[in-house]
């Protein structure tokens, strides 16, 4: 599977509920430690509470410098400006209103376009599961047709297309049919439409719509707005083709020597190229908080895995962060969102809750997300979780692996990834397979001391950070400087001749800094 066909990806504006930092003002790193040292936000990214251990300090802060910081300085300047032009780019899209459906699957049961892994039962199921996410829309039906070439004009052969054409008029309360393939060319949908009597909607849009009703940041709306683009465009040329059939389409507009189509088709392209700008400064600014957490050295672990696969339950569970609110159903959270935790080492660590995979999307819609992956590239671990209670888990699984793949990752990111067996609740007895699993219940809790090692041993290892005993003399300011620079697990005091022996995790840069301010 290639990687037009399953990455979903949202919006990078990473703000857990909402917040924002006040104008030309910072919000912190919110780990619960003694007073607090300002992380400058630039309004990306809100950093949650986690429980943590009572004596650790906060991670060190550092003060903006740069190009960067200079960037992120002018932007708040222009604040204002950049939020009206926002509100006119993110003004509500076309909505599908509320439906009563019809749900049809075209299975290809022989030749290269079969599908691997997975059967066309399982495939209907989780259509169905897509329109159930969408408020005020049920499913009357549905219904499987055998099809050699699902990409032909009319989806189906002519005996299979006339069953389903009996079925819909056998249905009278129908209002729409849901094609269970990524894309309908124009044309094709204005057939069925005509012919049926109904609203045809396929993958794209229902996906599309899904995303329209669940985001919340800017960032995701934007993405929303451009992944519209093409869709706009179609229906447009649609629009052209009919105007022209009724003499109408070449009439210019207050003689301007433009016709209106071409007006319109002009006013789309600026549109899109606006929102582009737009996503380009966010883009910036993700760049910026990177430079920041790097000065900060807090390692970054991206949750990964298939939409509903327990990611967020996971991270509430590894930072005991009551504020989030785990849904069962898809696509229930759009905004990558990062949440501030511990490891058993007490290492303060950055969880980063990613959007959802799912198979069979469009390359429009991909483009308009995929930006926002960037941000994995510059993990220090990825974690992929699995709901392994899945029927299709293994497809799932190939999924995942088949975007990472293609997302010019660092070789050695891909080579440490971590892989949880979650909801093995759901399984009696649950015995992985795959001998470098780890099995959890993010749910009811358990395996995840067992999680917990394995990420905090890869950290320190993808990060080369190192655990050491450093003798300190406890007149001086080395104590206090470990505490601000270094992660502190214990402190050996010996008062007769006022030293202490202190273990600590380390990075290879804050050793150098270490040695080179206090020379043994």
Not at 160 to 183: M, S
Not at 259 to 284: G, S
């Amino acid at each position: 599977m290639g990687p037009a066909g399953v990455l979903l990806r949202g919006s990078a504006a990473l703000c857990a509920r909402g917040l924002r930092a006040p104008r030309g003002g910072r919000l912190r790193l919110l780990l619960p430690v003694p007073p607090a040292r300002p992380l400058s936000t630039g309004g990306a990214w809100c950093l949650r509470a986690a429980p943590g251990p009572p004596s650790q300090r906060e991670p060190p802060g550092s003060e903006r410098r740069g190009r960067a910081a200079a960037e992120e300085e002018e932007g708040d300047e222009d604040k204002d400006d950049d939020d009206d032009e926002l509100e006119e780019l993110l003004a509500p899209g076309p909505t599908l209103g509320a439906h009563r459906v019809l749900v049809v699957h075209p299975a290809v049961k022989w030749g290269t376009k079969k599908p691997q892994l997975t059967t066309a039962e399982l495939q209907i199921a989780e259509a169905v599961a897509l329109i159930d996410t969408l408020h005020n829309w049920t499913v009357l039906d549905k219904i499987i047709l055998s099809t050699k070439t699902p990409d032909k004009k009319f989806i189906f052969g002519k005996g299979n297309l006339q069953i389903l054409t009996d079925k819909i008029k056998g249905l009278p309360h129908v209002t729409a049919v849901f094609l269970n393939i990524e894309r309908l060319s124009p044309l094709t949908k204005k057939e069925l439409e005509d012919g049926w009597g109904v609203k045809v909607f396929d993958r794209y849009t229902i996906v599309l719509n899904i995303f329209r009703c669940n985001a919340r940041t800017k960032e995701a709306k934007l993405q929303i707005a451009l992944a519209e683009i093409p869709l706009l465009r179609t229906n447009l040329k649609n629009e052209t083709s009919q105007l022209d059939q009724q003499r109408g389409g070449s009439r210019y507009i207050m003689g301007s020597g433009e016709t209106f189509m071409e007006m319109q088709h002009r006013l789309l392209k600026e549109k899109e190229f606006k929102i582009r700008n737009a996503l380009e400064k966010l883009r910036r600014k993700r760049s910026v908080l990177r430079t920041q957490r790097r000065r900060r050295e807090f390692p970054v672990i991206s949750v990964m895995g298939y939409t509903n696969c327990g990611k967020t339950t996971l991270i509430k569970a590894l930072t005991g962060d009551a504020g989030l609110q785990p849904q069962d159903q898809l696509f229930a959270t759009l905004d990558i969102t990062a949440h501030g935790g511990y490891l058993p080492s007490h290492l303060a660590v950055i969880y980063v809750d990613t959007i959802g995979f799912l198979s069979e999307l469009p390359h429009d819609l991909i483009e308009s997300f995929s930006a926002t992956l960037e941000d994995v590239a510059y993990s220090d671990l990825i974690v992929h979780v699995r709901d392994i209670s899945h029927p299709e888990t293994v497809l799932q699984k190939a999924s995942v692996l088949s975007v990472l793949k293609n997302l010019n990752l660092p070789s050695h990111l891909l080579d440490s990834v971590v892989e949880v067996h979650n909801k093995v609740d759901l399984i009696e007895r649950y015995q992985s397979t795959e001998p470098n699993a780890i099995a959890i219940s993010a749910l009811l809790g358990s395996g995840l001391e067992e999680l917990k090692g394995e990420i905090e041993r890869t950290v320190l290892k993808t990060t080369g950070k190192k655990i050491l005993t450093i003798k300190v003399n406890l007149a001086g300011p080395q104590l206090s400087w470990l505490y601000k620079e270094a992660t502190v697990q214990e402190v050996d005091v010996m008062p007769e001749d006022g030293t202490a022996n202190v273990k600590v995790i380390i990075s290879k840069s804050a050793l150098g800094k270490y040695k080179k301010l206090f020379p043994q």
